[in-house]
């Protein structure tokens, strides 16, 4: 079966710019978590869903990030003002139910110039 | 607060075994996990531990002390495809999520 998937794979923008990043959970997976990943270091936690509600965000930075999950199945990770330190891979995961094994998909890699 | 340590690199040869070992400090404990992430790729899950001891899955084992705090993953009979960066990860008080550590780069050369 197909596995998480990310759109863009790679995504490149201004400074200043807004970009939305969408993920395609596993079929079925209720549970769905936006990580970010810099060089060299591990993914760092965002936010959680739980169907289609934001059950823990207190990952997220700043209030320039935000993200929806309206269905309970595809999420988007939405960045306004996009500032230069935002640059780095976006992954997404999803688990089958609360405290599951993650399934990571490939992830979006986001350069702010 | 939460906190993981882990080596950042380490080399081995083919056919060698080796231990990447991890050490945690969480508030509230719900498991710890051991990923696998080859360069420009997602996270692979390899392990789960939740419970004191060893846990075997083929080339690779993972062993748990929560009252030490470490857990190390055991690679055998390692061949080249072995090198990437080995995550080490526990779960948030809240168990929403994996807090990772930063990773162990390993070299597998012939």
């Known amino acids: 079966g197909a596995g998480v998937s990310q759109t863009p794979s790679n995504k490149v923008t201004e400074k200043g710019k807004y970009v939305e990043l969408r993920c395609d959970p596993i079929?079925?997976?209720?549970?769905l978590y936006w990580y970010r990943q810099s060089l060299g270091q591990g993914p760092e936690f965002l936010i959680y869903?739980?169907?289609?509600?934001?059950?823990?965000d207190s990952g997220l930075p700043n209030d320039r990030f935000f993200a929806v999950r309206p269905e309970g199945s595809v999420s988007t990770l939405k960045i306004q003002r996009t500032e230069r330190g935002d640059s780095a891979v976006y992954l997404c995961?999803?688990?089958?139910?609360?405290?599951?094994?993650?399934?990571f998909g490939p992830g979006t890699r986001l350069t702010v110039t | 607060g939460q906190n993981i340590d882990q080596p950042t690199e380490m080399t081995a040869t083919e056919g060698a075994i080796v231990q990447i070992n991890c050490t945690y400090q969480t508030s509230g404990f719900n498991g710890l996990f051991w990923y696998q992430q080859h360069a420009g790729e997602a996270p692979t899950f390899l392990s789960y531990?939740?419970?004191?001891g060893l846990e075997e899955k083929g080339r690779f084992s993972s062993f748990l002390s929560r009252s030490k705090g470490y857990s190390y993953l055991l690679l055998k009979e390692l061949q080249m495809k072995d090198s990437a960066s080995y995550l080490c990860a526990v779960t948030n008080q809240a168990g929403t999520a994996l807090i990772f550590g930063k990773g162990t780069t390993l070299s597998v050369s012939s």
């Open positions: 079929s079925g997976h209720t549970a």
């Open positions: 995961a999803s688990s089958l139910e609360y405290g599951g094994e993650q399934y």
């Open positions: 869903f739980q169907g289609t509600g934001a059950a823990d």
């Open positions: 531990n939740v419970l004191d």
